[in-house]
């Protein structure tokens, strides 16, 4: 692996500002990686070498021309999941139905960062719409887990957490519906960002479930995440769900309490997100890290979230619900995929669906529409909407009469083995049981990791703030990763 691919994205900048290197070889050598473990990992879909190195020529103009005046972020490679769309650039949402598909616009989130001159080397991997937790559930077969290539590196977005963890990329972009960056970020042994619902734009973003997706940051370290969140964040008057909430300079505010320990800082721990189904290794590294809090001078105390064993299903009867509604759209008679043998629209319809949806699509749409059909709605859906209320009131009475970020595990196991669960629709669910309380309460979530299990697998750490408080999470988060540092091995070992 190029030496350059193992930089941190502040030591690329600063390397680019000390002309060491420019973007062009920046971005030639992350080409270069993934053309040599793609094969092996398969995080990519789509490569964009062109784009890319014509981008990369331009962020050189920029950076020669404007040198520390240039955007933090100029030059820098950047990967994509595939369920955010570009112009002129296929965009597939790991779906055959999807196949041909190339978006007339590019999303908030993508054109923000493409606006600092950030370079996209190419689209990646994913389940299918985002449906899924470990990236199995893709029409271009399944992701695999740099630190094994034989497991799983999380889901939906494990194409990209894949490629930040073995150096194709430096940062990449994901989406977070149920825990669609934390759970990858946590098995790759990276950070990811699920930001309050509203903080970044949806506009582009393709519809899985749009009272839960939120576009997010992946990085190798805390300050730059904070790097990539500051410039994806802000109101958009394209997305009506956007908040207009100031966007502090997260860097900034990261590097000011870098060396203030946490002093005064109460970590909440709910007693019912150690489940008994949770991990011994899991188990053992989270207790440990409440002790690195301690260290550092925060206290713990414990919090409860009483309405924690209803979060999963409730999830499971919402996102469904709206899943089945917003790929409604997709019906071989605009884009995409079409059948080749249909005599009536009724047909085509059927026929498109039926050979281009994969299984877990299927089922998902299925179990909306029973949800949402005469004579459930009132007792499935109405009646899941009133226990997500619930779901968002706990974590508010904890924020406000007990801590001031809450701690748990990210997930109750480290990355299992491509094909464990895929027999088991509800075990690979459970995979989601600590992360969707988060989702339907719509707060940030930061995911960082906190050991390695036996197998010398990564255990992720979750970190959950009120609303909009992301800078408390990005600080807290540093704290402790710079107290206890974590190896990231594929960068150490080419990514394979």
């Given at each position: 692996?190029?030496?350059l691919?193992?930089?941190?994205a502040q030591?690329?900048r600063?390397g680019?500002?000390?002309?060491e290197?420019?973007?062009?070889e920046?971005?030639?050598?992350?080409?270069?990686?993934?053309?040599?473990?793609?094969?092996?990992?398969?995080s990519f879909?789509?490569?964009?070498?062109?784009k890319?190195?014509?981008?990369?020529?331009?962020?050189?103009t920029?950076l020669?021309?404007e040198?520390?005046?240039s955007?933090l972020?100029?030059?820098?490679p950047?990967?994509?999941?595939d369920?955010?769309?570009t112009?002129?650039?296929?965009?597939?949402?790991?779906?055959?139905?999807?196949?041909?598909?190339?978006?007339?616009?590019?999303?908030?989130?993508v054109?923000?960062?493409?606006?600092?001159?950030?370079?996209?080397?190419?689209k990646?991997?994913?389940d299918e719409?985002?449906?899924g937790?470990?990236?199995?559930?893709?029409a271009f077969?399944?992701?695999?887990?740099p630190?094994?290539?034989e497991?799983?590196?999380?889901?939906?977005?494990?194409?990209?957490?894949?490629?930040?963890?073995?150096?194709?990329?430096?940062?990449?972009l994901?989406?977070?519906?149920?825990?669609s960056?934390?759970q990858?970020?946590?098995?790759?042994?990276?950070?990811?960002?699920?930001?309050?619902?509203?903080?970044?734009?949806?506009?582009?973003?393709?519809?899985?479930?749009?009272?839960?997706?939120?576009?997010?940051?992946f990085a190798?370290?805390i300050?730059?995440?904070?790097?990539?969140f500051?410039?994806?964040?802000?109101?958009?008057?394209q997305?009506?769900?956007?908040?207009?909430?100031?966007?502090?300079?997260?860097?900034?505010?990261?590097?000011?309490k870098?060396?203030s320990?946490?002093?005064?800082?109460?970590?909440?721990?709910p007693?019912e997100y150690?489940?008994?189904?949770?991990?011994?290794?899991?188990?053992s590294?989270?207790?440990?890290?409440?002790g690195?809090?301690?260290k550092?001078?925060?206290?713990?105390?414990?919090?409860?979230?009483p309405?924690?064993?209803?979060?999963?299903?409730?999830?499971?009867?919402?996102?469904?619900?709206?899943?089945?509604?917003?790929?409604?759209?997709?019906?071989?008679?605009r884009?995409?995929?079409?059948?080749?043998?249909?005599?009536?629209?009724?047909?085509?319809?059927?026929?498109?669906?039926?050979?281009?949806?994969?299984?877990?699509?299927?089922?998902?749409?299925?179990m909306?529409?029973?949800?949402?059909s005469?004579?459930?709605?009132?007792?499935?859906?109405?009646?899941?909407?009133?226990?997500?209320?619930?779901?968002?009131?706990?974590?508010?009475?904890?924020?406000?009469?007990?801590?001031?970020?809450?701690?748990?595990?990210?997930?109750?196991?480290?990355?299992?083995?491509?094909?464990?669960k895929?027999?088991s629709?509800?075990?690979m669910?459970?995979a989601d049981?600590?992360?969707v309380?988060?989702?339907?309460?719509?707060?940030?979530a930061?995911?960082i990791p906190c050991?390695?299990?036996?197998?010398n697998?990564?255990?992720?750490?979750?970190?959950?703030?009120?609303?909009?408080?992301?800078?408390?999470?990005?600080?807290t988060?540093?704290?402790?990763?710079?107290?206890?540092?974590?190896?990231?091995?594929?960068?150490?070992?080419g990514?394979?």
């Amino acid at each position: 692996m190029n030496s350059l691919c193992k930089l941190s994205a502040q030591e690329m900048r600063q390397g680019l500002l000390d002309t060491e290197f420019s973007a062009v070889e920046l971005a030639s050598a992350h080409l270069d990686s993934i053309k040599e473990s793609n094969e092996t990992l398969n995080s990519f879909i789509t490569i964009t070498e062109d784009k890319a190195l014509a981008a990369a020529k331009a962020a050189d103009t920029r950076l020669s021309s404007e040198k520390e005046n240039s955007p933090l972020l100029c030059g820098l490679p950047l990967a994509l999941k595939d369920m955010l769309v570009t112009k002129d650039v296929e965009t597939t949402c790991g779906s055959k139905i999807l196949k041909g598909f190339v978006p007339p616009y590019t999303g908030t989130a993508v054109a923000r960062a493409e606006k600092q001159g950030m370079v996209v080397v190419g689209k990646t991997n994913m389940d299918e719409f985002g449906m899924g937790s470990s990236s199995e559930n893709s029409a271009f077969g399944p992701v695999r887990n740099p630190w094994d290539t034989e497991r799983i590196p999380g889901g939906s977005s494990g194409g990209s957490a894949a490629a930040v963890a073995s150096g194709q990329a430096p940062l990449a972009l994901g989406t977070d519906t149920g825990g669609s960056i934390r759970q990858p970020a946590a098995m790759t042994g990276i950070v990811g960002l699920k930001p309050t619902y509203g903080r970044v734009s949806r506009y582009g973003a393709v519809a899985y479930a749009s009272s839960c997706d939120q576009v997010g940051p992946f990085a190798r370290n805390i300050p730059d995440l904070a790097m990539l969140f500051a410039a994806i964040a802000g109101k958009d008057p394209q997305d009506a769900t956007s908040v207009a909430e100031d966007v502090p300079d997260y860097l900034a505010e990261v590097a000011e309490k870098a060396t203030s320990g946490l002093a005064g800082l109460k970590v909440g721990v709910p007693q019912e997100y150690l489940v008994d189904g949770l991990q011994p290794d899991v188990k053992s590294a989270f207790e440990s890290s409440l002790g690195v809090f301690e260290k550092l001078g925060a206290e713990i105390v414990d919090v409860s979230l009483p309405h924690t064993e209803h979060a999963l299903a409730t999830y499971y009867i919402i996102v469904p619900a709206e899943a089945s509604s917003n790929l409604a759209r997709y019906d071989g008679v605009r884009y995409g995929h079409r059948t080749a043998k249909a005599d009536t629209l009724q047909e085509l319809y059927a026929k498109t669906r039926g050979e281009a949806f994969g299984k877990e699509v299927k089922r998902r749409i299925m179990m909306g529409s029973y949800v949402l059909s005469a004579g459930y709605y009132d007792a499935y859906y109405l009646k899941a909407q009133q226990v997500r209320t619930l779901v968002a009131n706990d974590f508010l009475a904890a924020f406000t009469n007990h801590c001031d970020v809450i701690a748990t595990p990210v997930s109750p196991c480290t990355a299992f083995k491509l094909g464990e669960k895929t027999s088991s629709p509800l075990e690979m669910y459970l995979a989601d049981a600590l992360t969707v309380p988060v989702s339907l309460a719509g707060l940030p979530a930061l995911s960082i990791p906190c050991g390695l299990d036996t197998q010398n697998l990564p255990i992720g750490l979750q970190l959950i703030a009120p609303a909009f408080e992301e800078s408390k999470l990005l600080s807290t988060g540093n704290a402790f990763l710079t107290e206890q540092p974590f190896e990231l091995k594929p960068l150490t070992s080419g990514g394979q």
